[in-house]
């Protein structure tokens, strides 16, 4: 009687990125009104036009504030 062969599942990349992403990331999303949230609108874009992405604009901006 032949051994039975154990299934191996087989997982997409998407399915293991999407996994690693998920144990990894913690993912926000903002919404800023143009004409209340100017103010917050401007620093981030004055942060990018420095060179840094979105993310890391917004990060420097809550850490400098941490710093205050």
Same mark, same amino acid.
């Given at each position: 009687?032949?051994?039975?062969?154990? @299934?191996?599942?087989? +997982?997409?990349?998407?399915?293991?990125?999407? /996994? +690693? &992403?998920? !144990?990894? +990331?913690?993912? +926000?999303? #903002? !919404?800023? /009104? /143009?004409?209340?949230?100017?103010?917050? #609108? *401007?620093?981030?874009? @004055?942060?990018? &036009? *420095?060179?840094?992405?979105?993310?890391? %604009?917004? @990060? &420097?901006? #809550? !850490? *400098? %504030? @941490? !710093?205050?």
């Amino acid at each position: 009687m032949p051994e039975q062969q154990e @299934k191996r599942k087989t +997982y997409t990349s998407t399915e293991v990125k999407t /996994r +690693y &992403n998920k !144990k990894t +990331y913690v993912q +926000y999303s #903002i !919404k800023l /009104r /143009r004409v209340e949230d100017a103010d917050i #609108i *401007n620093l981030i874009e @004055k942060e990018k &036009n *420095n060179g840094f992405g979105t993310s890391e %604009a917004i @990060k &420097n901006l #809550i !850490k *400098n %504030a @941490k !710093k205050l």
